[in-house]
């Protein structure tokens, strides 16, 4: 991409079930604050501000106005994306490449505890046809799963197996949510949720939030920093009836990859990218989105266990930091994402670090059944 | 800004207080499919879709997964912007900005709102649950405490707030997509209408409506192509301030976010008179009385002065500086979709299609956005890409 969009610094916070010792307003506050020291910067110095927050989450109405002060926004311009966060940050790419902004802090945060994650995805459905059948996000995958199971011959055992890597790495990530490791017979004992996703394959109800600041070519140069760059991004969406989804070909997430990829000139994602931190509420969503985003032909998510267990041979990791099952709300979670590709990208990801990561890609997803796609590649 | 953007398309629905003859899906076609036709552009040219809404006021979550394909989104990027009343200025200003990326050459952004599918008071008293909420719930409250300031520092009357309602709705009536059309509204009726919050009238507020509005940004070449007289984007500006009522020092009377965004705008626009040098102004007013103070805060006349503009009748449609020809907030308020309606209108006037509501020869265009307790986005339009 030309100009470029450089990635300053980054924050998150420790993920918990629940942060009941802050505010919403404190717990940004916290966020907002470490992510300019990360980036050596003041709250002067920023010149716009993007959020990501949905007000139902919040049980607010404009529950950004409530943070105006926290996010360096009073008498500066401040833009909310009602979605996730990585969204958001694609937002805050182009604000720079507009020419808007030059110094831009990104920040996505939930407090999922304070509400109800399948009341309010139940919401999310048309409210006359799938709304009233009480679909939710839960429901709608297990429909997902269901069909990407029998189309390939994906078994329950491969998907509790990716609970498995992703809980023992989880124990690495020092923002993590604390969850014991668990194995393959814990999960498939689990409690039957919607069939046939069990309670370990579903991420956990989580609080936090996490920040990146974004800095045009310009004040890279000026500052003499060393940041990580935007390479390529692409977004798309699904069709929204389920009905009339084909819910395993994800053409969205396809296309959303492959706008990145072109961007970003990569011809092989797989040999390419040393780290993918991708958005899986559920556990078989780390092997269909690997198989979409073109790490692995379709139907071959097996395969991709295999490598995770040849992680060490400096294949393409997926998700050290434990992904959503170490505990991320659904809103933020494309942006821990992305600040997870930075610290890997910068050689600050402590005991998950990957060696020598020249390339990572983040992932983030709106919706039911990934109905909402976004991608981003970055890279020193 | 990296690349010169303008406005080449826009398209309305017929707004109502309640549009039961379609969804919130079908409601956003309507307005993409009526700009498309404008644009004289198929679906298949748009790179990007934008939405706007403020869900809460419908009991939606994430709207833009059920309305997105509405727009024509499915498989594009499609995203949903939601900043309380500036939603609709803010969706439009990411419109804007994603086009003059380099990233998407045209781009569609839509404000929507069905305020007839819940209820927007209860929506907005989900204010802060300690501080807020007992005191500020709703938009008419606060308003009114703001607005008794506001009158007692600058001497306005309850007859020249009057006047700006019967403005509003007698304008509406030259456009045939307003909601709430009064021809024969007098000063007299809106001074005898209920008081609802003193010293708001009945007659002085916004209504509730639904509806949706789309507004199509294109690059330079494209829109060139497009557009036989595009409506350049020359000034995006937004500004806001604390959360709380009480930390606003006062609101209505200093409303410094509007005057800094102002004063922004117009230095990157070369603006010095801006009553002599606008053309047309389409400003978010949701109380007759917050027009009053706009005037001021906008510099179209010295602070104290905004009620002898109304007298004078400056602003009237044959007026020096027609405001809100379309007839404003106050006769259309889909609360997501007012902000961009604004936008749509300027456009609309520098394109010369606004029929019965056109000013003639007009160049350059003021729109601004206002929303939660004092913020602000300002825009200018220009028939020159500078």
Redesign the interface.
């Known amino acids: 991409m030309n100009?470029k969009v450089g990635i300053m610094g980054a924050s998150q916070t420790h993920f918990e079930a629940s942060k009941t010792h802050q505010t919403i307003s404190e717990m940004v506050f916290e966020i907002a604050q470490k992510a300019l020291e990360d980036a050596g910067i003041s709250w002067e110095d920023l010149n716009y501000t993007i959020t990501s927050s949905?007000?139902?989450w919040d049980?607010?109405?404009?529950s950004?106005?409530?943070?105006?002060?926290v996010v360096g926004?009073?008498?500066?311009?401040?833009?909310?994306?009602?979605?996730d966060g990585l969204?958001a940050a694609?937002?805050g790419?182009?604000?720079i490449?507009?020419?808007?902004a030059d110094l831009v802090l990104v920040l996505s945060y939930s407090k999922e505890s304070m509400s109800s994650r399948w009341g309010?995805?139940n919401?999310?459905?048309?409210?006359?046809y799938q709304q009233t059948l009480g679909l939710d996000y839960l429901s709608a995958a297990a429909l997902q799963a269901q069909a990407y199971f029998s189309r390939y011959g994906i078994t329950e055992e491969a998907c509790a197996r990716v609970v498995v890597k992703n809980l023992s790495d989880a124990q690495k990530n020092p923002f993590a949510q604390r969850r014991p490791k668990v194995s393959v017979q814990e999960v498939m004992n689990s409690e039957v949720w919607a069939s046939p996703l069990k309670a370990l394959d579903v991420s956990p109800i989580s609080d936090g939030g996490s920040a990146i600041i974004l800095a045009s070519e310009r004040v890279v140069r000026e500052r003499k920093a060393e940041p990580v760059w935007i390479l390529g991004a692409?977004?798309?969406?699904?069709?929204?009836y389920l009905g009339e989804r084909d819910l395993v070909e994800g053409?969205?997430l396809r296309?959303a990859g492959q706008k990145a990829y072109d961007l970003a000139g990569i011809q092989n994602p797989f040999e390419e990218i040393e780290v993918a931190e991708i958005s899986c509420a559920f556990s078989y969503q780390e092997l269909l989105w690997s198989e979409l985003l073109n790490f692995y032909p379709i139907g071959q998510g097996a395969k991709l266990l295999e490598d995770w267990e040849a992680d060490l041979d400096g294949k393409l990791s997926i998700n050290p930091s434990g992904g959503l099952m170490a505990g991320n709300p659904l809103i933020p979670a494309g942006l821990v994402r992305l600040v997870e590709a930075f610290l890997q990208l910068k050689g600050k990801a402590q005991n998950h670090q990957i060696p020598g990561v020249k390339k990572a890609l983040a992932h983030g997803t709106?919706?039911?059944c990934g109905?909402?796609q976004c991608v981003m590649v970055v890279g020193v | 800004?990296?690349r010169r953007v303008a406005i080449v398309g826009t398209g309305q629905t017929k707004h109502r207080s309640q549009r039961d003859d379609v969804?919130m899906?079908e409601m956003v076609y309507e307005a993409a499919t009526a700009a498309l036709q404008d644009a004289e552009l198929s679906v298949k040219d748009i790179d990007a879709v934008l939405l706007g809404n403020?869900?809460?006021?419908e009991?939606?979550?994430?709207p833009?997964?059920?309305c997105?394909?509405g727009a024509g989104?499915?498989?594009?990027?499609?995203?949903?912007?939601?900043?309380?009343g500036t939603s609709g200025t803010?969706v439009s200003?990411?419109g804007?900005?994603?086009a003059?990326?380099?990233?998407f050459d045209i781009v569609m952004a839509i404000g929507f709102e069905k305020q007839s599918?819940g209820h927007t008071a209860t929506?907005?008293?989900?204010?802060?649950p300690f501080w807020d909420r007992h005191v500020a719930a709703g938009a008419i409250g606060n308003f009114a405490l703001s607005i008794s300031q506001y009158a007692a520092a600058r001497g306005v009357t309850p007859e020249q707030a009057a006047k700006v309602a019967v403005k509003a709705r007698r304008n509406a009536c030259n456009n045939p997509y307003a909601h709430l059309q009064l021809p024969q509204l007098t000063v007299e009726q809106v001074l005898s209408s209920p008081i609802i919050a003193y010293p708001v009238h009945r007659f002085d507020m916004c209504p509730t409506s639904d509806g949706a509005c789309a507004v199509i940004y294109a690059e330079e070449a494209r829109a060139r192509k497009i557009c036989s007289r595009p409506a350049w984007v020359r000034a995006?500006?937004?500004?806001?301030?604390?959360?709380y009522l009480g930390d606003l020092k006062d609101r209505l009377i200093s409303i410094?976010?509007m005057r800094?965004a102002a004063r922004v705008a117009y230095a990157q626009v070369g603006i010095r008179e801006p009553l002599k040098e606008f053309d047309v102004a389409e400003i978010y007013e949701p109380v007759s009385y917050a027009e009053l103070a706009w005037y001021e805060a906008l510099g179209f006349c010295k602070d104290g002065e905004a009620g002898r503009l109304m007298d004078d009748g400056i602003t009237l449609l044959d007026g020096e500086l027609p405001v809100n020809p379309s007839g404003g907030v106050l006769s259309t308020n889909p609360i997501g979709a007012s902000g961009t309606i604004r936008v749509a209108e300027a456009a609309l006037q520098i394109h010369g299609k606004g029929e019965k509501r056109q000013v003639p020869g007009v160049k350059m265009a003021l729109v601004s956005g206002y929303?939660?307790?004092s913020?602000s986005d300002i825009l200018i339009l220009s028939s020159s890409p500078g």
């Open positions: 100009p949905v007000d139902l049980g607010l109405t404009a950004n106005a409530t943070l105006t002060e926004a009073v008498m500066k311009p401040e833009m909310r994306v009602a979605g969204t694609f937002q790419m182009l604000t490449l507009s020419g808007a309010i995805t919401w999310v459905f048309d409210p006359i692409g977004r798309g969406l699904e069709n929204h053409e969205a296309r709106d919706g039911p109905q909402g | 800004m990296a969804n899906m403020m869900e809460m006021f009991g939606r979550a994430l833009e997964m059920w997105g394909e989104g499915v498989y594009k990027h499609c995203l949903k912007i939601a900043t309380g803010s200003i990411s804007f900005q994603h003059a990326s380099g990233l599918d929506g907005m008293s989900l204010t802060d995006a500006v937004t500004r806001h301030d604390y959360a410094r976010t800094d929303g939660v307790y913020w």
